[in-house]
């Protein structure tokens, strides 16, 4: 490259160009002395070399660069200098100087005269490109901890409100609880001494007042100037800086979740920095609402318990006693009566078990291991009332994942509803019942041979009390269909090939 400060009309023409450049430039000669520089290049030097270093009006051409600017020999800039004016090849660099707290991108050319420098100021995009690293560091750890099932949500939210104080360099994260008009600290990371879990103050001398009058985050960072200095809410906390929003439960108020500090911030919290707290505070919401749900179903399972245990010793007890009686009579006389009495009870303790078994189990499903389709089905069958029927298994070595007694509750709550609808009108022949996979091996299958279920029929047999029988209890599919959802399979009910019902299982997890 021409030296510019030569005085050819060429040269000119490049003086004048380079001064229009917004980056730095200057040129160096082949003993480090600067030879030229354009106004951006002499207002970087001017910053960085001593007083007593620079010409006349401050003039920076004529110094010698490295006894100019104290330190500069310490710095990537003199490696890099010196590798390009040793190897006569180009070097592009980023480095940090530390007296001007600035970011530099330079580009240095060589030449036999000496050096050509480019230096453009990158400090604002080090800037975004470290905020950017620092946001995916607070999602990827928010993410972890939010997924983690082993920790509790207590847990949860303080790792939380540590990782937000972390990333916009606050010291006081809290969560708080508003009720009959006092706030509630429920957790905190904080120093602030009114800001510790467990501390309450009158919600009129709160943030949170005013957080909760806002659709979106309140957003404060200079208290003093904008407006606080005579809220009750900053004469107790004296809080310069603050970030929070609300956290609602099931679309009712619940409190805030907020981030604060004592001293002033220098710049407004970023889009992406609000972003974050918003993603907080939503996260928390649906931790409140999800850990509200499970209460109300513990509590709801607590009542099914008990009632459960009033039906075992209420009703099965003199069941007992009836069906024993029944018997003594049945030996004593030959009564037409007898026989209706007998299958009444035998329902009756059908329908007390199956109302115990979803009262206690539900759909649940346990430890999941290796289950032999085949061997299960033929043990289910042994102990099941099949009236006469048969059962024929079309595979052999069929097996899946699934939580064993329960796959037996399924398996005899169809063979019982198969026997029990198609053994009507058949004398001593009963249903003959085939299990077995599907063709695609993504599932099995269980169908008989009996008169069917009505196709206007098949969308109600899996609700709870549906029968068509007038013995019937209704609740035998549904056990079904909630055994089924409990493993992740879907059930659905068709035709057999011998018209009658065919239930259908898929989503098996084979092993």
Not at 293 to 316: K, Q, T
Not at 494 to 504: K, M, N
């Amino acid at each position: 490259m021409p030296d510019p400060a030569r005085g050819s009309d060429s040269d000119q023409d490049l003086r004048t160009v380079l001064d229009r450049m917004a980056d730095g430039f200057f040129a160096l000669d082949a003993d480090w002395t600067v030879t030229y520089a354009n106004e951006e290049g002499r207002r970087i030097l001017r910053s960085a070399m001593s007083d007593d270093a620079l010409g006349p009006d401050e003039s920076v051409e004529g110094a010698n660069l490295w006894e100019s600017i104290p330190g500069a020999t310490e710095t990537e800039f003199y490696d890099e200098y010196h590798r390009a004016m040793e190897t006569q090849e180009p070097v592009s660099f980023d480095s940090y100087y530390e007296p001007l707290d600035t970011w530099f991108e330079a580009r240095v050319f060589p030449s036999d005269e000496g050096l050509s420098i480019y230096l453009r100021d990158v400090t604002e995009r080090r800037e975004l490109e470290r905020r950017q690293r620092e946001s995916l560091r607070a999602i990827q750890r928010l993410y972890a901890v939010s997924s983690d099932d082993d920790r509790t949500f207590e847990a949860k939210v303080n790792e939380i409100l540590t990782i937000g104080c972390e990333y916009l360099d606050v010291p006081n994260g809290f969560l708080t609880r508003i009720e009959d008009g006092t706030q509630h600290v429920e957790a905190s990371h904080a120093t602030h001494p009114l800001l510790q879990s467990g501390e309450t103050c009158p919600l009129d001398e709160a943030y949170c007042k005013r957080t909760l009058e806002h659709e979106q985050l309140l957003t404060i960072v200079n208290a003093s100037d904008q407006g606080w200095t005579e809220d009750p809410a900053y004469e107790t906390f004296g809080l310069e800086t603050y970030i929070g929003g609300r956290v609602e439960v099931d679309g009712e108020r619940f409190g805030t979740l907020c981030f604060a500090d004592t001293t002033a911030r220098d710049e407004p919290f970023t889009d992406t920095q609000q972003t974050f707290v918003e993603l907080l505070t939503r996260w928390v919401s649906y931790e409140l609402e999800r850990r509200r749900a499970a209460d109300r179903l513990e509590s709801e399972r607590d009542r099914l318990d008990e009632f459960a245990s009033v039906v075992s010793h209420d009703l099965r007890n003199p069941l007992t006693t009836a069906r024993g009686r029944m018997d003594l009579l049945a030996d004593e006389c030959d009564s037409e009566h007898v026989e209706p009495v007998q299958r009444a009870l035998s329902r009756m303790e059908t329908l007390i078990e199956n109302i115990l078994m979803l009262a206690r189990e539900g759909g649940g499903v346990e430890e999941l291991t290796r289950v032999d389709l085949t061997a299960l089905a033929e043990a289910a069958w042994e102990t099941t009332d099949t009236r006469g029927g048969t059962l024929r298994v079309t595979s052999d070595g069929y097996d899946l994942r699934a939580d064993e007694p329960r796959l037996r509750q399924l398996l005899e709550n169809l063979f019982r509803n198969a026997a029990e609808h198609g053994s009507v009108g058949r004398g001593s022949d009963g249903v003959a019942v085939t299990v077995g996979p599907l063709t695609d091996d993504a599932g099995f299958y269980v169908a008989d041979d009996g008169p069917g279920i009505p196709e206007d029929d098949r969308d109600q047999v899996f609700e709870s009390g549906y029968t068509t029988r007038s013995d019937g209890t209704g609740f035998g599919l549904d056990i079904v269909s909630k055994i089924a959802d409990g493993h992740g399979w879907t059930v659905d009910v068709t035709e057999s090939a011998d018209g009658g019902a065919r239930f259908e299982f898929t989503g098996i997890d084979r092993m």
